[in-house]
């Protein structure tokens, strides 16, 4: 596609409850990245794979999350047992190639409210 | 560890007038700075970066930010707003690892 997408663009769901949020990253890129942005703050990073694999979770805010990219491409985010500080916009970006420049291709997000 | 300050949550300006958006960055080794806007219903885009080399750096839309090692500044300046400029806008650093950090942001009104 032209550039991320990212589906739903809106979820509420109940505490409690299991969600996943995906990712389709820009054609062609290697690098996807998983971010949250809470009101008022500066988006969070959370995971980053580098093709298939996560190259650096350290971001993962607990277990309850779980990221995953299995083709290299599209990817979902997974979180159990939903609370309610988990409410926020998740944003995935992409970027192309090995070499880091810092331009990511972000989508608009989905936006999570957990009740 | 590396973080970024911004400095005012809210900044207004007139059309017109000259934008300056502030931010400072702590980082023990020399980073990447970046900026990225955020306008309303659209996702993050990239402003402008720094890497190496020259420390004035142009962006996109008549912005640009100059790094400044000594005061550990990466300030975003634009001459003459535009009604258009009315976004968020965030600096971000990068330092080793391939993750941004990104500062709480800066919400800029333009008024008419």
């Known amino acids: 596609g032209a550039g991320v997408s990212q589906t739903p663009s809106n979820k509420v769901t109940e505490k409690g409850k299991y969600v996943e949020l995906r990712c389709d990253p820009i054609s062609g890129h290697t690098a996807l990245y998983w971010y949250r942005q809470s009101l008022g703050q500066g988006p969070e990073f959370l995971i980053y794979?580098?093709?298939?694999?996560?190259?650096?979770d350290s971001g993962l805010p607990n277990d309850r999350f779980f990221a995953v990219r299995p083709e290299g491409s599209v990817s979902t985010l997974k979180i159990q047992r939903t609370e309610r500080g988990d409410s926020a916009v998740y944003l995935c970006a992409s970027s192309s190639g090995t070499g880091y420049t810092g331009e990511l291709f972000f989508g608009e997000g989905s936006r999570l409210t957990v009740l | 560890a590396q973080s970024v300050t911004q400095l005012g949550s809210h900044v207004s300006v007139s059309e017109g007038a000259l934008v300056l958006l502030r931010c400072n960055y702590s980082?023990?080794?020399?980073?990447?700075l970046f900026w990225y806007v955020q306008y309303p219903n659209q996702g993050l885009q990239l402003l402008l970066k720094?890497?190496?080399?020259?420390?004035l750096v142009k962006g996109i839309n008549g912005f640009e930010a100059e790094f400044k090692k000594s005061e550990t500044s990466f300030h975003l300046t634009k001459p003459s707003a535009h009604m258009s400029d009315a976004a968020e806008y965030f600096c971000?650093?990068?330092?080793?690892?391939?993750?941004?950090?990104f500062g709480s942001g800066t919400r800029l009104q333009v008024q008419p």
């Open positions: 971000a650093v990068m330092t080793g690892r391939r993750a941004l950090t």
């Open positions: 720094y890497t190496t080399g020259a420390t």
């Open positions: 980082s023990s080794v020399p980073p990447y």
């Open positions: 794979f580098q093709g298939t694999g996560a190259a650096d």
